[in-house]
């Protein structure tokens, strides 16, 4: 069992900042992927960013140049810098986990329970 568990959401005016914070813990020997998704109200879930063991990072359209995507293996945490927030970014916030419990073990997914970020007036 591996559990994510989300901070650092909450309520900021358009072009403020916020960082989410997530932390892994329980059965894990190595973490191929950790990755950040979004759901508003109404919507379907959506990929924000994503940063693989290697460090590489991906990042959706909408987010480029204002999100930051960073790990700290030591710690098993990954981080999501959001700055010049729009209304448009209001969303639950949730991160995502691909880890091994062995070095032979299959990849196995994992979800947080995610933290709301509201971009508001």
């Known amino acids: 069992q591996v559990q994510l568990v989300e901070s650092g959401g909450g309520l900021v005016q358009p072009g403020g900042s916020l960082r989410l914070s997530c932390a892994a813990s329980?059965?894990?020997?190595?973490?191929?992927?950790l990755a950040w998704y979004r759901q508003a109200p109404g919507n379907q879930r959506e990929f924000v960013a994503r940063?693989?063991?290697?460090?590489?990072?991906t990042y959706r359209d909408s987010v480029k140049g204002r999100f930051t995507i960073s790990r700290d293996n030591a710690k098993n945490t990954v981080y999501l810098q959001m700055n010049s927030l729009r209304p448009e970014d209001t969303a639950v916030y949730c991160c995502?986990?691909?880890?091994?419990?062995?070095?032979?073990?299959?990849?196995?997914?994992?979800w947080g329970q995610g933290t709301q970020v509201t971009v508001s007036s």
């Open positions: 995502y986990a691909e880890t091994r419990q062995s070095s032979r073990s299959a990849l196995f997914s994992s």
């Open positions: 940063i693989i063991n290697g460090g590489s990072t």
């Open positions: 329980g059965s894990i020997f190595s973490i191929n992927v």
